[in-house]
């Protein structure tokens, strides 16, 4: 039995912390089970390195950026494999060189292409446990890379795939994934277990819970994932392909509230010109998530779409610094909007989900600026100010605390 | 010209001096040379990660150990391209893999076999100045080793030697070398030259200057040195083989403080017992410097010698634990001792240099605990209460102000 076992910052931000998650994974080695740890970096150090360097460069090149933060897990993991050996568990730390974590070139926002788990497999034959840091890979020029913010859930996920392991434990400061984030909205319910495809919605749409590229590996490799929280033993949420409970219509509500809107008005309405937008943003690494064509005046077309508030300046200035090719009339941003999904493999079969959703809205007096919408989800984007009330009113609408 | 030039932990202490290091070497580059930069970690942070590691651990392993103390360099290089950045100067940073600088195995006291310098050629004929982890190397394991402390100045040394530069400037908190610390003897004199022989038993017998192993390898390599300050412009002390100016009998004063003694008192009488004890102490690779045998009581040995203050514990308990091997009749410890020295390669050919530093110890009224002397160099043990007294008066007797 192999299991791969993910702890995120929160979980090993002090001496106490670091000590929790080595006990707990011992009970699971001393089973005679393998074990394999996935570390995040310490609490806020990764916010701490991204302030030193904005005050020495305000705007630091990104191939610097991931060979500062790199640091981050590699002091989380060796710490680590110290507590284990007071412990008097065998245990060795491993960065992204040792393990060979390939990755994509695009510093900052990797993509993990293969591990070579020949060292992690020789350190599990001689019974150690084996922590490897989260977030981080090597490029083809032999560079540090990052994932992106939450990458360690895929560096888990990758490595359980490679390894063929039995599950991945993906620990949290939550006990599993919800019906909404019972944060904001009181009768929020625990799932016992959610599809891939669901959980792939709630990650991308802002439930937070698991970094949406893990749950799309999860899925092609068929890697078990079990969400469960790093301060008690409770369950946990099961994400695998079929789910034996009988299908509710929707599974859950998202909230994304990190998000900007930015709408290139009064283009040449011709053949290329969406293209144009989006290929310019491609180029800059910026993904977009809604995206909205309308006609605009005078024969022309207005285009709207939805990126991450974190990139939201980023993809502005692109837009802007690429006006002599698009030509708009003006562009415009909104940050205030926030996004509010439906999710639920149920709804495949059932038209009726997008209507009943506007319907609670409208009742709400909740304006709707955008719709988007999947075999398995509903999107509507809000004003940020509504958001709660919104999820609210969706959960009530969906009777989803039962 | 290529010039390595290497900067202390205090020297990239914080933002300003970080900035302060890039101007002077973005200066150096604009006159057209090839710039590499060795760095150690920043002001305390060495000493900030062991305390979080003995928190954790009081006794962690090395190998983990070096694991965490190597985010340090790697830490202040990416800040350091981030400074060039913004002076516009382009720059990279590489740590241990990227120059795959290949060590011994000895996690915490590793010596340098090999640079594959392909990695820094490239980025130099890019007109990049490249900016290396110093103190960190990595073994045969694909593990992360450390030089052991002062090790960035052999870095650096060893980087010159692989690529063949023109000179390689150590930039510390002093402008040079000095007939002895200035701090506890005011008559003290910067030398303007000094050979590697001399440099090296300065920096052996604690100057505090250069760490000895680079000092070692400039020698071996041919690679001239230069000691100069980080906070002027001064010229500083060069460090050759053959010094020009009319050799002085003696070219310095040295002092080391951070010494103990330990005397293993009453062993058998036979051969092999002196081989006894420093093989134990070599199997714990523990440097041992001065060495005393005398006759003891009832046909016994009495062996003392002399370790650095921070390992006096560990080589105290290394002994202890071989008493059935070796039996002597009881082990002693003395902390507060200090070897002072003067080295010198003028007193080759004048045979009463040590007779000339017995007698102004004797006329200060110091008494003398152990001896030791090279061709080069007398030095001599004493209270270590007596050691700025003893420095005064030996700079006083060989005339070193003028």
Chains 1, 2 share one sequence.
Do not use: W
């Not at 899925?219 to 790093?230: A, C, D, F, I």
């Not at 779409?305 to 009339?329: C, H, M, Q, Y």
């Amino acid at each position: 039995m192999l299991v791969v076992k993910k702890f995120g910052g929160t979980s090993v931000a002090n001496k106490e912390k670091i000590y929790n998650v080595a006990k707990r994974c011992a009970e699971e080695y001393k089973k005679g089970h393998n074990v394999v740890v996935v570390l995040s970096a310490m609490g806020k150090l990764t916010d701490e390195l991204i302030a030193m360097a904005k005050d020495i460069n305000p705007n630091p090149s990104k191939r610097e950026m991931d060979m500062l933060l790199t640091t981050g897990e590699q002091t989380s993991v060796a710490l680590m494999a110290m507590a284990f050996d007071v412990l008097g568990i065998p245990a060795i730390s491993l960065n992204a060189y040792q393990v060979a974590m390939h990755t994509t070139s695009a510093y900052g926002n990797a993509r993990i292409k293969r591990i070579d788990s020949e060292r992690i497999s020789h350190e599990l034959d001689q019974k150690k446990i084996v922590i490897i840091t989260g977030f981080q890979g090597v490029n083809k020029y032999d560079d540090y890379t990052t994932l992106g913010r939450g990458g360690s859930d895929t560096t888990a996920v990758a490595l359980a795939a490679s390894l063929n392991a039995d599950t991945c434990e993906i620990f949290t400061d939550v006990d599993g994934v919800y019906t909404a984030d019972p944060r904001y909205v009181p009768k929020a319910r625990k799932l016992d277990e959610i599809t891939y495809d669901e959980m792939l919605d709630l990650a991308t749409l802002g439930a937070g819970v698991l970094h949406n590229r893990s749950v799309e590996m999860a899925k092609k490799y068929g890697v078990p994932l079990v969400v469960r929280s790093s301060l008690s033993n409770e369950e946990g949420t099961v994400v695998k392909e079929d789910v034996k409970v009988e299908r509710m219509l929707v599974s859950g509500v998202a909230a994304d509230r990190n998000v900007a809107r930015i709408s290139v008005v009064g283009l040449d309405d011709k053949p290329g010109i969406a293209f144009r937008v989006f290929d310019v943003l491609a180029k800059a690494n910026i993904n977009v998530d809604m995206i909205l064509q309308s006609v605009g005046r005078n024969n022309t077309k207005d285009i709207s779409f939805t990126v991450s508030g974190d990139v939201a300046d980023e993809a502005l200035k692109v837009i802007e610094d690429s006006k002599s090719r698009l030509n708009p009339e003006h562009v415009e941003i909104e940050k205030n909007v926030a996004k509010i999904s439906v999710v639920g493999a149920g709804m495949m079969s059932n038209p009726g989900v997008a209507a009943k959703m506007f319907e609670c809205l409208f009742n709400a007096d909740i304006n709707i600026k955008m719709i988007s919408t999947s075999e398995i989800r509903v999107t509507v984007l809000i004003d940020e100010a509504e958001a709660v009330k919104a999820m609210n009113a969706t959960h009530d609408a969906f009777g989803l605390e039962d």
